[in-house]
């Protein structure tokens, strides 16, 4: 994968993943939130765990939506399609 493909990715993907991370704890506090059942966590925690939640389920549609995406045709020297 090319650094400019990476950054097609990982730059959306960030900033979806902040904004997020705002809508979803603005409604949500985080000392309310348990995991698994009995693991408690501190604000700061819930907020980082989001965050990298909500960013690789970014990241991951995408780098589906740029896979997915038609490819531009190559052409030669003339014109012609290769």
Same mark, same amino acid.
Request: proline share 6%; charged share 15%.
């Given at each position: 994968?090319? @650094?400019?493909? +990476?950054?097609?990715?990982? @730059?959306?993907? =960030?900033?979806?993943?902040?904004?997020?991370?705002?809508?979803?704890?603005?409604?949500?506090?985080?000392?309310?939130?348990? $995991?698994?059942?009995? $693991? /408690?966590?501190?604000?700061?925690?819930?907020?980082?765990?989001?965050?990298? =939640?909500?960013?690789?389920?970014?990241? +991951?549609?995408?780098?589906?939506?740029?896979?997915?995406?038609?490819?531009?045709? /190559?052409?030669? /020297?003339?014109?012609?399609?290769?």
């Amino acid at each position: 994968m090319k @650094w400019r493909s +990476l950054m097609w990715i990982m @730059w959306p993907s =960030f900033l979806v993943a902040a904004m997020m991370t705002f809508f979803v704890f603005a409604f949500i506090d985080p000392l309310d939130l348990v $995991i698994f059942g009995h $693991i /408690e966590t501190s604000r700061m925690q819930a907020y980082t765990i989001g965050f990298f =939640f909500f960013w690789v389920m970014a990241a +991951l549609s995408s780098t589906l939506t740029l896979k997915i995406a038609p490819r531009p045709r /190559e052409y030669d /020297e003339f014109g012609d399609p290769l």
